[in-house]
């Protein structure tokens, strides 16, 4: 078991774990949101797109590593826009949803 | 990437095991908003959950140890709330699609610039990129760029800056096919050669050219589907960052994103019986040359008394609303001409189209707004065994999706396509601008049919005429 492996092959070997995840995680979200009625789809997109903001935490780790300007500036860029969908994503969001009653009201 | 942090010792390790418990917590909170959107009444609390677990992997984030100055952070924070709160307090119901197009541009933006920056900083530190790491970051501005560029666009024509119709021209696919084609040997080229600068921006600028040129050709009819694959693509960017960076939780994330999107314009497409490359490619929205048979006789006008009349003494009537409803801002007014009916005995419920509306959903959200409660808004297939049994049918704003040639006419372009059966109902009311054709530019049997009547006009002023007659009544 001492045999070397590069940088390359570790990469590899870590990609594919990482699409064991994605399959998994693709195959859930299958199957709960099929389940979500036609009423609530508008909020639904709203909700995932809100949910998909969550790439700020690449952003945040961009823009705070201090590796080298450019990375810093594009990550900085890239902070504004994520938050932008995670502040305005779930407001409105919640705006929608709150809007939905049930009847007997 | 736990191990390779080391160097400064066990804190190192242990922040990081914080920050990774914030990421699974994440992850299973967003499962659970999703499927608290199974049902109207858990969907706030779930969404609720959402929110909880972004905060999470947003302190979880900033707990590492790689993050080393917080200015720039701050900075972003600050700005992105202060131009995120009004798109989320302010942007009315009304302008849902199009705000959902630009947020889906901002997300997709902020995957790019990642990328990019990680790109970059591989280069300048003189790291080689591994492959399966380069194809990931490929990835990740591929779908980014061209999804900022594609939503752009799409925006612009549901805020009506760019035309609605398509645009196309002489050999429009053949160029798309080939830009398509170049871009994908780059790609191959990148993962073969990584450090291959020039190649990797320039194949983020024919991707940021691939959005535009894919969107533009498609008409504004098209858009719920345009919008659902776009919300695909920003998740899956998401998702394709995860892979480059080593984040699950962004694969999580992206992931569902995915997923959704593909749902939603699977179902988009469904609903107006197209295949994908039909609407992608099919430029649907340019003048048909014949709809096969014509459609011969007289739109026949009735009066808003004797309209009101009928609804005084109808006791099941359903509500069919289209986009124009939402284009003259009536919801208000179609709430109280329910109330008047429900008043007088009558039963009120309101047929919704898959595609009515802009986006998938719209039509729900817009008549919630008006405080009509979610039992009475059915889909189409809970309510089109009704429609034998209703005595008035109430058309607003709404065309293609009651067009019975959609049923018989088997060389209308529409033909084949889900519709609501509003021709079965006893009667016909249409509320209708004037007397032009949908956005298919298709005539409608139904409105020249004996049962119809036509009442012409804005849909709120009209409805507004209608409730004042009932009340006198």
Known sequence: MLETINAEQLALVNQFLKLFVFVLAGFVGFLVITR?????????MSATNAISAISIVGALVAAGSDHNRVATVLGFVAVICATINVVGGFIITDRMLRMFKGGRS | MIAVAGGAGAPSLGREAVTLVTYLAASVLFILGLKGLTRADTARRGMQYAALGML????????????????WIAGGLVVGSVIGWPLGTRVPMTAMPQRIAISHMFGALAATLVGVAEYHTYLRDGVPIPRPIMAALGFEVLFGSLTVTGSFMAFGKLQELLPSAPLTYRGQNAINIAVFGGTLLMFAYLVARPDAQPVFYAMTAVAFVIGVSLVLPIGGGDMPVVISLLNSYAGLAASATGFAIDNSLLIIAGALDGASGFILSIIMSKAMNRSFGNILFGAFGAPVASSGAAVTGEMKEISVEDAAMQLAYAQRVIIVPGYGLAVAQAQQAVRELADQIERRGGEVKYAIHPVAGRMPGHMNVLLAEANIPYEKLLDMEEINDQFPETDVAVVIGANDVVNPAAR????????????????????????????????????NELFFADKTRMLYGDAKGTLTKLVAEMKAL
């Open chain 1, 36 to 44: 979500v009625p036609p009423l609530l789809h508008t909020p639904l």
């Open chain 2, 56 to 71: 999470l992997a947003i302190v979880g984030t900033l707990l590492k140890e790689e993050i080393v100055a917080y200015g």
């Open chain 2, 408 to 443: 018989t006419d088997q060389g209308s372009p529409i033909y084949g396509m889900p519709i609501l059966d509003v021709d079965r109902a006893k009667a016909v009311f249409v509320l209708k601008r004037g007397k032009g054709k949908g956005f298919a530019g298709i005539e």
